[in-house]
């Protein structure tokens, strides 16, 4: 199975802030990585697919970026919308494997 | 417009098998590069992979739980089920279904989920 290392657990910033997520696979994704975003008591909801590719009606300070097995999501100019759990998917494979999630709140 | 919703009990007792229903309209599971796949989520935890059956009825399952899963599909009522057996206290969660895409032109992500099923077991 393809492990999958998101870091940080949690991280606390202020609005305005750039905010970066981080995955590490065990093994080369070739760019099978995705990323959601979950507000306490929803689904999770898709935010990039493919890496970087922006999923319709998100906001264009989200992104991706990455290869290989490190993948980034960054969020430019914090909104206090953005509070919520942030998951990274990976798609190389079955079985599909979830990042252990990003708790992400404003100061 | 996709749509996907969970339905099944909401409380299992330990040892009991759990059925889980996913029906869903706006696309057919007979169309290539569809497929339905099962997610859950235990309270306050992270997002545990489960199964996924295509549109070829190619199916996998997680690795520790493949031996007590089964995922199947009916495509003229456009659902997909999945039987958990010997439940236990541990296997207490939010249930979601998803869409999963499965091709090099559309990648491979779940780009629609449902809104999820809480199922407690407890004796």
């Known amino acids: 199975d393809i492990q999958m290392t998101q870091s940080p657990s949690s991280v606390s910033a202020s609005v305005g802030d750039r905010v970066t997520i981080t995955c590490r696979a065990s093994?080369?994704?070739?760019?099978?990585l995705a990323w959601y975003q979950q507000k306490p008591g929803s689904a999770p909801k898709v935010l990039i697919s493919?890496?970087?590719k922006l999923q319709s009606g998100v906001p264009l300070r989200f992104s991706g970026s990455g290869s290989g097995t490190d993948y980034t999501l960054t969020i430019t100019s914090l909104q206090p919308d953005d509070v919520g759990t942030y998951y990274c998917?990976?798609?190389?494979?079955?079985?599909?494997?979830f990042g252990q999630g990003t708790r992400l709140e404003i100061k | 417009q996709v749509t996907l919703r969970e339905s099944g009990p909401a409380l299992v007792k330990p040892t009991q098998t759990l059925t889980l229903t996913c029906t869903f309209s706006?696309?057919?599971?007979?169309?290539?590069?569809?497929?339905v796949s099962w997610i859950r989520q235990p309270p306050g935890k992270a997002l545990e992979w489960l199964s996924v059956?295509?549109?070829?009825?190619?199916?996998f399952y997680s690795t520790s739980l493949r031996t007590r899963l089964t995922i199947s599909k009916d495509t003229s009522r456009d659902q997909v089920v999945l039987t958990m057996t010997n439940m236990d206290p541990a296997d207490t969660a939010t249930y979601y279904c998803?869409?999963?895409?499965?091709?090099?032109?559309?990648?491979?992500?779940?780009?629609?989920w449902g809104q999820g099923i809480l199922v407690t077991v407890s004796s």
């Open positions: 998803a869409r999963y895409l499965r091709g090099h032109d559309f990648g491979y992500y779940f780009d629609s």
């Open positions: 706006g696309f057919s599971l007979s169309t290539t590069a569809m497929a």
């Open positions: 059956i295509d549109w070829n009825d190619n199916k």
């Open positions: 093994q080369d994704l070739t760019n099978w």
């Open positions: 493919t890496v970087s």
């Open positions: 998917l990976q798609a190389k494979s079955f079985p599909l494997t």
